[in-house]
């Protein structure tokens, strides 16, 4: 399902606009970036957990010519599902 057939599914669902839909989605999206860029987690009760995963820096190879390399620190966003999901 790409994101068109999203805002369809929950216009339907919800009995809204495409138009309307599409801005919940859109503001949604948001707010969960805003929330993980300052490093909290949003907890949804029966679908899952967005939260942020710091990797530490550490050495890697380069496959092609066997180097070692440095790999940088990052930030990734983690989804964790909740029991009620499936």
Known sequence: MNKTELVAAMA?????????????????????KEEL??????SLIGFGTFSVKENPARTGRNPRTKETIQIAAKKVA?????KGLL
């Not at 860029?37 to 949003?42: C, D, P, R």
Request: proline share 0%; no cysteine.
């Open 78 to 82: 983690k989804f964790k599902a909740g």
């Open 37 to 42: 860029a300052k490093g909290g987690s949003i």
């Open 12 to 32: 339907e669902k919800a009995g809204l606009t495409k138009t309307d839909a599409a801005n919940a989605l859109n503001a949604y999206v948001e707010v969960v």
